[in-house]
């Protein structure tokens, strides 16, 4: 089955500091990714598109500066969390999809707390 | 805006008992997916649903979809421990998935 990995699986960082998440899938091209963010007892609210090569596409309300999101190729797309805060702590969770497969297949999440 | 609510937000239900999950979105949409979510973890897929009427079932789980009502529901049967978790349904918005709220699925004996 598809599978997507994310590292890491936990970071703890200070403030001010940029924190890189990685997704990868490991068994297939992935033309597009998500990235979600989720705090606790919440649900999951979509951040980003990214397509390999091309700029990705905000949600409303998403901060473009502070989220970086690059996809550079097919099996790897990356968040960077600039000038983290304590607000930006969370669950950050990473799907990728192709065009011939009906589902996205999610990673595993990255859990962020920023002190 | 999509707009996907689910209900009950919390369920507590026995061991054995029956219950149903509602998944209401607020726009036309034909694909719907389910997941599961345990504490900590990230999302498992337990149904993609593509179709008006499509009906599929896994275990105690059965899934429906009513594209005409906008509805889909979460049927348990007979419930078991290992059925507690976190519920999410997810709607097809132009290929990016909108979630519903959420139901917090708790099953004690």
């Known amino acids: 089955g598809a599978v997507v990995s994310q590292h890491p699986s936990r970071v703890i960082c200070k403030s001010g500091t940029s924190v890189k998440i990685e997704c990868r899938s490991l068994?297939?091209?992935?033309?597009?990714m998500f990235w979600y963010r989720q705090f606790p007892k919440q649900s999951l609210m979509l951040m980003a598109t990214?397509?390999?090569?091309?700029?990705?596409?905000?949600e409303q309300g998403v901060e473009k500066d502070k989220f970086l999101i690059n996809h550079a190729s097919l099996t790897l797309s990356t968040l960077t969390v600039t000038s983290a805060h304590p607000e930006d702590s969370s669950f950050y969770i990473c799907?990728?999809?192709?065009?011939?497969?009906?589902?996205?297949?999610f990673g595993p999440g990255t859990r962020l707390l920023v002190l | 805006e999509l707009k996907v609510e689910q209900n009950p937000l919390f369920l507590s239900m026995q061991e054995g008992k029956n219950y149903t999950i509602y998944c209401n979105y607020s726009?036309?949409?034909?694909?719907l997916y389910w997941y599961r979510q345990d504490p900590g973890k990230s999302l498992e897929s337990l149904f993609v649903?593509?179709?008006?009427?499509a009906v599929k079932q896994e275990g105690r789980l059965m899934a429906s979809l009513d594209t005409k009502a906008r509805l889909s529901t979460l049927h348990i049967t007979a419930a078991v421990h290992d059925l507690s978790a976190t519920y999410f349904c997810?709607?097809?918005?132009?290929?990016?998935?909108?979630f519903g709220t959420g139901t917090r699925l708790q099953v004690f004996p």
């Open positions: 997810a709607v097809d918005n132009t290929d990016k998935l909108i």
């Open positions: 649903l593509l179709s008006n009427g």
């Open positions: 068994d297939f091209q992935a033309t597009t």
């Open positions: 726009t036309t949409s034909d694909r």
């Open positions: 799907s990728a999809r192709t065009p011939s497969v009906e589902t996205q297949y």
């Open positions: 990214s397509n390999e090569g091309s700029k990705a596409t905000y």
